[in-house]
């Protein structure tokens, strides 16, 4: 067959979400079809994978399910999350003992949660579907009592992928810290695990070609990578075949802990949103991939506008070296967000903070990566009613937003309000709270107009008097894809 024949074949449009990124196939267009304008249309199918939880006989965790109200979806759908051991049992034909899952969704619109304890929780792997599928959002919250890493850990259960970055790990003998990878499918994946310091890549054992085995779990310490102790490190992970979920768990001695999520992609600006205004201490770490080092703008978008960090005002990182700032109290009480811009030509970077609160025993840690813009639509879950703030900034110029906070996963009615966002600024905005609240809810932030806007949602609790705390971006959720219609030309058979 030649090719204008083939374009009578190709009339229908296959569209695919899987690892919560929407892949479109399309024939090869021949002058025989008529292209009309893109459509927007929800995903069908998202998959997320959520690491095991902590290594603490002390942790209480907490998972939370939420899908956004999506026009356009399908009626019908699911969205459940399983142990990675579980579904292993049930890929070996033995579904019928199969136990439940650990979450299911109920209904679009609403929060969903479950409870786990000690330090045997696993990896969780998971689908949604249908009317589930868009937006599809799950946290992870544990809290640890006391010990290394104790605190407020919290991260956003990840899309598999085959490439992560994430500067702001260590092998400092005060550190423990662990990459997290989860296998999702049916067949083993294979990973390398680079790590950069301060004078480039460092010298590891085993860092190549690890298998994770199907559906499972694989935690790796990063203390048994290599010899070299440093404070500043970012872990390079790779997959050779097959796809991960991958998440840096990283504990201090003293300073508790937190999840390390992925940096952005590596690009030439970077934003890092929503550092909380009583910080007293942030460090930035960055690392450029490329041959070329990079020059960089260090920026600040205040409640007031852009400042520039006394004594910071721009950072050069080397090619493959781990670069890091210690900037110190530089919020001064007020919230804030990192941008990053090239001081001349650009170059890719990728970066991250390390936010630390309190003082003497009493601190704890987070970290904040280069985010995504919220774009169309981005969700944070697990909020409470008290102990949540939404940080957003929209450093290029002014934005309207929409933030909607769901029905409570146990009652409750929505609510939303708008805000509109001036150029450079960083604002805590005082986000609605559903009426009549009952267990916790979601937040959703949606672009009206204006500049790209970014987001995070930092939660803290305090036990004991140790304010533990953690941040989470608000990155695009990817819930809609572009459609693009194509006609068949019958005409072709009389050629």
């Known amino acids: 067959m030649n090719r204008t024949t083939l374009s009578l074949i190709a009339g229908v449009t296959a569209l695919a979400a899987v690892t919560g990124l929407a892949a479109l196939t399309t024939p090869d267009a021949s002058g025989a079809n008529t292209a009309k304008a893109a459509a927007e249309l929800p995903v069908e199918r998202t998959s997320l994978v ?14 939370t399910s939420f899908t956004p109200v999506t026009k356009g979806t399908a009626s019908d759908g699911k969205a459940e999350l399983q142990s990675a051991a579980q579904e292993k049992g049930e890929d070996a034909g033995k579904a019928g003992k199969a136990d439940k899952p650990v979450l299911e969704g109920k209904q679009p619109g609403t929060p969903v949660s479950g409870d786990a ?16 599928a868009p937006g599809w959002t799950v946290q992870e919250t544990t809290e640890v009592a006391v010990g290394t890493g104790r605190g407020l850990q919290g991260v ?25 990878l989860t296998n999702p499918d049916d067949a083993a994946a294979v990973v390398d695990i680079e790590l950069y310091g301060k004078d480039g890549a460092l010298e590891t054992t085993v860092g190549e070609g690890i298998t994770v085995q199907p559906h499972s779990g694989e935690p790796i310490l990063l203390s048994t990578l290599t010899s070299e ?8 992970v790779t997959v050779r075949s ?6 840096v768990q990283a504990l201090d001695d003293k300073l508790g802990g937190d999840w390390l999520a992925a940096s952005a992609d590596p690009a030439g600006s970077l934003v890092l949103p929503g550092i909380p205004k009583d910080a007293t201490s942030v460090r930035l770490v960055a690392f450029t ?5 990079a020059d960089l703008k260090v920026r600040l978008a205040s409640p007031s506008g ?6 910071n005002e721009t ?28 001081t001349d030509r650009s170059v890719p970077v990728v970066a991250a903070v390390r936010v630390v609160r309190g003082k003497g025993d009493k601190q704890e840690t987070a970290f904040i990566p280069a985010s995504r813009a919220v774009g169309t639509r981005a969700t944070a879950v697990d909020n409470r009613a008290k102990g949540t703030t939404l940080s957003v900034t929209a450093p290029f110029g002014a934005a309207e937003v929409k933030v909607t906070a769901s029905a409570g996963s146990e009652g409750g009615a929505a609510a939303s309000k708008s805000y509109t966002v001036k150029a450079g600024t960083t604002q805590d905005v005082k986000v609605p709270v559903p009426s009549g609240l009952k267990g916790t809810y979601a937040l959703t932030v949606e672009s009206v107009s204006g500049g790209p806007v970014y987001a995070s949602r930092t939660l803290a609790v305090t036990e004991d008097g140790v304010a533990g705390f953690t941040v989470q971006t608000l990155p695009d959720d990817r819930g809609m894809v572009a459609v693009p219609e194509a006609d068949e030309d019958l005409s072709v058979l009389q050629k």
């Not at 102790?229 to 390079?236: C, F, P």
């Not at 991939?289 to 080092?293: F, I, L, S, T």
């Open 289 to 293: 991939p490329g041959d070329a080092d």
């Open 306 to 311: 852009m400042i520039t960090p006394a004594g």
């Open 156 to 180: 956003n259960c990840t899309a598999p992928d085959t490439e992560f970055w994430f500067p702001g790990a260590s092998t400092a003998p005060d550190r423990t810290d662990y990459v997290h």
């Open 50 to 63: 959520c690491p095991a939880p902590s290594i603490s006989d002390l942790a209480e965790t907490t998972y």
């Open 229 to 236: 102790k440093q404070d500043n490190v970012t872990v390079h």
């Open 242 to 247: 097959g796809r991960v979920g991958a998440s």
């Open 117 to 132: 304890s000690g330090a045997d929780s696993p990896a969780l792997i998971g689908t949604a579907d249908g009317k589930f």
């Open 315 to 342: 950072l050069h990182v080397k090619a493959g070296m781990t670069s890091a700032v210690d900037l110190g109290d530089v919020m001064q009480g007020e919230a804030g967000s990192l941008v990053l811009t090239p």
